[in-house]
């Protein structure tokens, strides 16, 4: 009998149906924004601040703070930037605190923030995030970002790629249909992720607005071992708080 | 570009972003309680009443009603019997109204009940639904009764099933992610269906309480071609309401 269990949550909306104390909760929104927030990571970003709304984004903007937001991938007037991962870069980004709204990821993180500790999940970091959440005898809740509480296939896939790495460890299990579906759907994508993620609406949707060139740099594995941490109410590496 | 679109709604608790004016919405629990209905109508039954809570079948018990019911498998003290398929007898049921309440089916059907034509799917029906699905010139929406709001994999089989047969008419599409995944599950599934079943949550469930022994024959595909349709707050044959 596995002693930590695996669960996935499809969508904010399903979140109070498997909050869980003892899990360890990874927030991921492939398609862009937890990939986007890995890289701001990487790229020397200090904290990041994620809000939910644009009111409360525009008012941190009104009191001096650089500021990332997009709704249905398009940048608000009032932001400096939107929601590439290659608008978070070094020197755009660097040693600064951002603040960050988008339509799904950022109140998905959180929704996420009511109890449990809370961490970033992209391809960009999964092994990095595999490995730590196997040393923390903690459950693991993947809670997918969704698209305006619906399902989406793209975190689908990344929750069932982590969920598998994760299994290795055989203290590890999982009984939660959600997790055992997420694992198929990865495994009948993985042997040509580019061709399977054409079908997306999420990629349908970044095309028509030119913003799909982040889609195979969004897929690539283990670029960084830093993991997203939220820290009160914004997000810092998970080494500066060990 | 299709006319009519498909859309596949994994919990009751996501039915508000998905509802649709436009659909038939085909509400499936296919262990067990959509299954037990098509098969009650199968065996004769006049009306189903669905019913969300213990409360109000108690009350329909009390008025003299037969009444069906059950909470996590197990048939409730005051009810005339249970959730299983091999319940609904010609002798027990036909000619009669029968009151029904479940642990998600019925709650799932009266959640759909605000606007669209309701159907009551399973493999036992499902060519008959594509059939009148097609027919209709109205959009699909598929609403899976999960597990307590949880998404569970023998209905999302079930709705990736029934989206394959309709899909087969070109004047159908879908850019739905839970569409497509529900399809690729299937896909997965389909060469054995019952040792994929093994492993999702409810057939664990079910076993626990010696009550598998309807899994094959919910998973039996077209033995009948009755389609149960809502009509105000009870269910019928659909030929009757023609």
Chains 1, 2 share one sequence.
Not at 20 to 36: C, F, G, I, K, Y
Not at 40 to 65: C, H, Q, S, W
Not at 107 to 117: K, P, V
Not at 191 to 214: E, F, S
Request: net charge negative; proline share 3%; charged share 25%.
């Amino acid at each position: 009998m596995a002693k930590q269990k695996i669960e996935v949550c499809y969508s904010p909306a399903l979140f109070p149906y498997y909050e869980n104390p003892n899990a360890v909760v990874v927030v991921t929104d492939v398609l862009r924004a937890s990939s986007a927030i890995v890289s701001a990571f990487m790229n020397g970003v200090e904290r990041i601040i994620p809000v939910g709304t644009l009111e409360e984004a525009r008012d941190y903007k009104n009191r001096g703070y650089m500021v990332a937001a997009e709704r249905d991938g398009i940048v608000r007037d009032f932001a400096d930037f939107g929601n590439s991962p290659y608008n978070f870069t070094p020197e755009r980004v660097g040693g600064k605190q951002i603040v960050y709204s988008t339509t799904n990821g950022t109140n998905a993180i959180q929704l996420a923030s009511s109890g449990s500790q809370v961490l970033i999940g992209a391809y960009l970091n999964i092994n990095a995030l595999a490995e730590y959440i196997k040393g923390s005898g903690k459950d693991l809740l993947v809670l997918c970002a969704g698209w305006k509480n619906k399902f989406n296939l793209e975190d689908t896939l990344f929750a069932g790629a982590l969920s598998e790495l994760v299994l290795k460890d055989h203290d590890y299990g999982t009984i939660c249909d959600a997790t055992l579906g997420a694992m198929d759907l990865y495994d009948a994508a993985k042997g040509d992720m580019m061709g399977y993620i054409k079908k997306v609406a999420q990629r349908h949707r970044l095309k028509a607005n030119n913003l799909d060139d982040v889609i195979a740099y969004c897929h690539e594995f283990d670029t960084t071992d830093l993991i997203p941490v939220l820290e009160e109410n914004y997000l810092v590496p998970l080494r500066d708080i060990k």
